[in-house]
Nanobody
Framework: QVQLVESGGGLVEPGGSLRLSCAASGFIFGLFTMNWYRQSPGKQREFVAAVTGGGSTAYADSVKGRFTISRDNAKNTVYLQMKSLKPEDTAVYYC????????WGQGTQVTVSS
């Protein structure tokens, strides 16, 4: 069955960096655009970044220039490198793709605080 397992979250000071990973299984990974979303308490889940099977990328304006999405199709893994983190980046980050209907990972908490 389809599985998306995120890792790499944690507590980081403002200005710091983190790299999130999402290990995927149960589907032909290289065929699908993979996405990162995030959700802060009291807010709707929002799009962060996307990468197509061929490596084209897209970003939310709020993270452009600070976050980089990438993928390793040989390892069935998508990454989110986050730099210059701000307190407003604090959220649960989710890996996502859609094959008819959406699939989500369990999420990984990122907290940016001094």
């Amino acid at each position: 069955q389809v599985q998306l397992v995120e890792s790499g979250g944690g507590l980081v000071e403002p200005g710091g960096s983190l790299r999130l990973s999402c290990a995927a299984s149960g589907f032909i990974f290289g065929l699908f655009t993979m996405n990162w979303y995030r959700q802060s308490p009291g807010k709707q889940r929002e799009f962060v970044a996307a990468v197509t099977g061929g490596g084209s990328t897209a970003y939310a304006d709020s993270v452009k220039g600070r976050f980089t999405i990438s993928r390793d199709n040989a390892k069935n893994t998508v990454y989110l490198q986050m730099k210059s983190l701000k307190p407003e980046d604090t959220a649960v980050y989710y890996c996502h793709f859609k094959e008819g209907f959406p699939y989500w990972g369990q999420g990984t908490q990122v907290t940016v605080s001094s």
